[in-house]
């Protein structure tokens, strides 16, 4: 069953601009343009895209704080906001560039809190926080003032938070912005296992591509407001990755070598890179090629890496997007 569903969903803001020297006109930004998925229970889906894209709209749209336009929203069967405080029992929500704890209170006491608030029975929150210190090493700052936490322990502290009551579906608005690698790292892993272990389904809101290839088995990408994009992350690869380069290092430094169908992209001593695309050619013949015009040491094959791949998407070039973009239906 569809956890999270979204038919056609489109939202406008309207903003107030100057028309001439007093006079203000109103004009209508769509964040959202016709969008339309659907999300199984237990998925961990990647939803990305370029800042403004809509990400954080579709989000709050999800959570009920905000109403689209038009379209409809399904979440756990309900809709967000006219079923808003049963759903909040059943969805946990974390927005990296905000805390959702009290800022004069250690964890300790926001975690008491929360179990007033969603009225999560003693043993089972018990059970929780003792779960969540564990996996998140929460140990060392429990009494500590959220004020004075680091960007990271926060993060920790509002992840737990969104999930002591236990919810089957978890939005995450950018939840590794800002952190180190091992923060990352840690916070990742977590995630990881809320999905696994507790079967909760994810939507996952980054710019952190390692992110989405470290957990999510689906990605969907919007941008402008509408989906571009929607299915694995080696579909995506295999859609758009279309390049590959051979690394190549000689026996001695040269000039840039010419190769059909390949180019040279980068030259540092003896070693350069070629680019070439697969469809005009294979890294076999780019290496038979090389061979020919010089004594080769070493060779290397360096597959499209998912940031690549992700830039030529949002800078618009990458080939094989008509079907959706240019879809007259959506214009
Ligand atoms: N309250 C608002 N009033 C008017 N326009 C808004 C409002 N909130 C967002 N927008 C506009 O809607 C569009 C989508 O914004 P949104 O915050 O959803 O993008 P995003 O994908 O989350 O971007 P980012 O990666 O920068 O967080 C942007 O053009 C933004 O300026
Ligand atoms: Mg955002």
């Not at 992840?159 to 923060?183: F, K, Q, R």
Request: net charge neutral.
């Amino acid at each position: 069953m569809a956890q999270i569903e979204l038919v056609d969903v489109v939202k406008e803001y309207s903003v107030w601009h100057r028309a001439g020297r007093v006079r203000r006109q109103r004009k209508l930004v769509r964040a959202v343009d016709r969008i339309s998925l659907s999300v199984a229970e237990g998925e961990l889906c990647g939803y990305i895209g370029p800042n403004g894209a809509g990400k954080s709209t579709t989000v709050k749209m999800l959570t009920g704080i905000i109403v689209p336009t038009s379209g409809r929203i399904r979440v756990a069967g309900k809709d967000p906001q006219r079923q808003r405080i049963e759903l909040a029992r059943r969805i946990g929500v974390v927005f990296g560039q905000r805390t959702q704890l009290w800022w004069d209170l250690p964890l300790a006491d926001s975690f008491d809190l929360l179990r007033h608030v969603y009225r999560v029975p003693h043993d089972r929150h018990r059970a929780n926080v003792n779960a969540f210190i564990d996996l998140l090493d929460l140990g060392p700052f429990m009494q500590t003032p959220v004020r004075q936490l680091s960007l990271g322990q926060r993060m920790r502290g509002d992840l737990t938070a969104a999930l002591l009551h236990d919810p089957e579906i978890l939005y995450l608005d950018e939840p590794t912005i800002g952190l180190d690698v091992v923060s990352k790292a840690r916070v990742r892993e977590f995630l990881a296992s809320v999905n696994r272990d507790r079967g909760v389904t994810v939507l996952l809101t980054t710019h952190d591509l390692t992110d989405v290839e470290r957990l999510c088995t689906r990605l969907v990408v919007i941008d402008h407001g509408r989906l571009i994009h929607d299915g694995t992350v080696a579909e995506i690869k295999s859609r758009f990755g279309d390049h590959r380069t051979v690394v190549v290092d000689l026996e001695e430094a040269g000039p840039p070598l010419e190769v059909a169908g390949a180019e040279v992209v980068g030259v540092d001593g003896p070693r350069q890179w070629l680019r070439f695309d697969r469809q005009a050619t294979t890294a076999a013949a780019v290496v038979a090629a090389v061979a020919e015009q010089a004594a080769l040491r070493d060779i290397a094959i360096e597959e499209p890496d998912i940031e690549d791949v992700v830039r030529r998407i949002y800078s618009g070039d990458a080939a094989s997007t008509p079907d959706l973009r240019d879809d007259p239906s959506r214009a």
